[in-house]
């Protein structure tokens, strides 16, 4: 008997729940991810100002499946698609071996997005992102040695410079970023230095738009524009970055003459770009792609004239029934209900049933922006401050995978909010760690 | 009033303790290290195998010595000794500036050991070692792939390859990096893969004399012999490495013919080499210096003709009053009295008060194999078994540095011991770190 054989590419929200609602079902399904484990993304941030350890924010992929025994867990890399024969081609990871190609009866592909730098990809160097964990960890000793070279550099000027963080974007993360480096600042450091007073650091957070949190109304942007304003943020709103290099960011304000801010620590939060996977799509199928390199599928997820390759999340816009093309916010729900709904419709194929349209439902929308202090829009609820936050708490803690984590990161927070002490606060060296791991990697 | 100046290398357990008995002193303390955290280095290995995050054996220098307002750290390496003048010449870390050098009255200098290739520096590469944090990590990555690798691998030779794991070296750290990839293939990934059988995965422990933890009565040699033979490992004995590469080790047993065996992970626990510093102190003092690089130093821990340089920890041998020459074992207790000790003789000095020579007090010995499994050489009293491994665990508990790391790590031990999981299991991509955190570190 064939048994039915389902690809899932990507271990991120949208994958993880396509794979789970597909464990108990007769098809055999395959998980295919460049890295081992599951990253609880909206908590990168908090790797990156040293709140939390990597490990407890990610799991795994292998542990979540364990007892699904249909389901095998395969690491490499995309390499394309060939949508006639029904067969994904692989690329290996480091020194793990892969098959060249897999076979599926069905295909659902979940790869994701990562930040844009509006087509100067050099910035990222000066400006990394804080979306992987790598990079989160990379950033974290950015920020942490800016304050140590800030304590032992004599000049001035260039102090000053190591005391500047810009943080470019207003979206969540870009808030998250600059609210946690001003609680690092204000909060965690002040006692720890003898020559610098860390809450001399500016903390700067540069948007393009004229509010903050655009994906919010307006009256929860500007709650959220003066909670980080009391925690001594400086938001510059309606600054476009037109230049960034490792010794500062170059922003013009609308309508006024661009400044050069002189800042060591920069960090990008701005811009989304689907993955290329999309595009790749677009091309074989023909299927419309947009400026974000988000493609467009059908009103069930899947690509035009090919029912049996689904995508979702944060790489696709949905057409609705009537034709119009929905962009649906870049958020873990979203990518969560529609990986779901890819299983859903799978299951409902197998038994000759018949499959509506998927449809968001919209739960709310929540950013935290410090200590106590979060924004809340739930089904035109409009929540601040602790009550938000406490929700945010809540919400986050519920998502997280795994039990031993929810209970770490709960222990952490508990820590941080009763000492406005930080714990992973490591500068570790990536070079030395690379060192140890490089055979392996030939 | 000029303040007396102590300056200390290293924040390992010696430093520290010297640190810390100097913090409520009428001297200024400076603490130089290249890092910015204190490493609990009995437990790294536990990162090699993912049962801990780094985060949770690690802890900011900073935060530690917050409240000791006479003390500063400063990040840096050290270059040289200037002992006539009194001062210490310094090289920055990364970015960090520093000061090119600094003076002192008072110099402590604790800068530890590494593992000695015996003059095979080459087999390092292939071959890491688990004493800092950064190669722990690349040694965790390493056995992960290799589970992973072997998982994809279809040719049965290659594939047992990957699941060789050689651990060179038959002492305490040997023994539990051993044990620890036994349970990790045992009793933790077993379910997790779906071609290959964890368990069949073969774990070397290769020692070049005829016995384990040398530093053990024989009794419980023997013990942690048969511990680690039912948890699945290989004990090689009298066999001594003579080549090291990235696809296996070659072996001369005790005078048979030597012997290749194909691995691909190979984990380096075995000789004893000091820190640079020490063979630097010799050439400047006449101190001798052993073929370990330990420097010898005066009954009171200072430098012939340099009684306001002491130096202490796994770097040094101690004179006797008698003349003899002594070599402490190279664990945290010694280093940590012999901290305190630098700081009591620093305190009596400025007081006018004499002090006694340095006296080592042996509280035991302790070295754990695997879940409940343990030897303690306590005051003659031999255990094994359960108790010995319920004092491992209190004691090591008790030193971690930091009431959170204690909750943290408690929990993640008690879950592992309950689950049989390990929740840090990541493989990072330490190239992509480094990327991030390039430009700061130019």
Redesign the interface.
Request: proline fraction near 10%.
């Given at each position: 008997m064939h048994v039915h054989r389902v690809v899932v590419i990507g271990g991120g929200f949208g994958g993880l729940q396509a794979v789970h609602k597909l464990r108990h079902e007769l098809v055999d399904v395959t998980l295919v991810d460049r890295?081992?484990?599951h990253l609880f993304q909206p908590l990168t941030y908090q790797v990156a100002t040293?709140a939390?350890?990597?490990?407890?924010i990610?799991?795994?992929l292998?542990?979540i499946f364990?007892?699904a025994h249909n389901v095998?867990v395969?690491?490499a890399e995309v390499a394309d698609f060939d949508l006639d024969h029904r067969e994904l081609q692989l690329h290996p990871v480091?020194?793990?071996?892969?098959?060249e190609s897999i076979a599926y009866d069905t295909l659902i592909i979940a790869g994701g997005s990562h930040y844009s730098y509006f087509g100067h990809d050099e910035w990222s160097?000066?400006a990394?992102e804080v979306k992987?964990?790598?990079?989160?960890?990379?950033?974290r000793?950015?920020i942490?040695?800016?304050f140590?070279?800030a304590e032992?550099?004599?000049d001035p000027e260039r102090r000053a410079a190591w005391l500047t963080f810009a943080v470019v974007g207003g979206g969540p993360t870009g808030v998250e970023m600059a609210g946690q480096i001003a609680e690092l600042a204000r909060d965690t450091?002040p006692?720890?230095?003898?020559t610098i007073d860390s809450r001399m650091g500016r903390i700067l957070l540069i948007e393009a738009v004229d509010r903050l949190l655009t994906s919010f109304p307006p009256s929860l942007s500007e709650k959220a524009l003066e909670s980080l304003q009391g925690l001594g943020v400086t938001p510059m709103l309606r600054s476009t970055v037109v230049d960034v290099d490792?010794h500062g960011v170059t922003v013009e304000p609308a309508g006024g003459p661009s400044e050069r801010i002189p800042a060591?620590?920069i960090i990008w939060a701005a811009g989304v770009e689907a993955s290329n996977m999309a595009a790749r799509l677009g091309e074989l199928t023909g299927a419309e792609v947009d400026r974000a390199g988000r493609v467009s599928v059908e009103p069930d997820l899947t690509l035009p004239g090919h029912p049996e390759v689904f995508a979702l999340g944060d790489m696709v816009r949905v057409r609705r029934p009537d034709g119009s093309v929905l962009t649906l916010p870049g958020v873990a729900p979203v990518a969560m209900q529609q990986g779901r709904y890819a299983a859903e419709v799978v299951r409902a194929r197998l038994r000759g049933a018949p499959s509506r349209p998927f449809h968001y439902l919209d739960k709310g929308n929540l950013a935290t922006i410090g200590r106590g202090s979060a924004v809340a829009d739930i089904k035109r609820l409009e929540l601040s401050g602790v009550i938000a936050w406490l929700t945010w708490l809540l919400v986050h803690l519920w998502y997280l995978v795994?039990f031993?984590?929810r209970?770490?990161v709960f222990?952490?927070w508990s820590?941080s909010f009763a000492?406005h002490?930080r714990?992973?606060?490591?500068?570790?060296?990536?070079?030395?760690?690379?060192?140890?791991?490089?055979?392996?990697?030939?």
């Open positions: 890295q081992n484990f040293g939390l350890s990597p490990g407890e990610a799991y795994p292998r542990t364990k007892r095998r395969l690491l480091a020194s793990i071996p892969a098959p160097e000066a990394p992987s964990l790598e990079s989160a960890l990379g950033v000793s950015r942490l040695s800016a140590e070279a032992a550099e004599p450091l006692h720890e230095f003898r490792e060591r620590t795994g031993q984590n209970i770490l222990i952490r820590f000492t002490g714990g992973a606060r490591l500068i570790t060296d990536p070079a030395a760690e690379a060192a140890a791991r490089e055979p392996a990697a030939r």
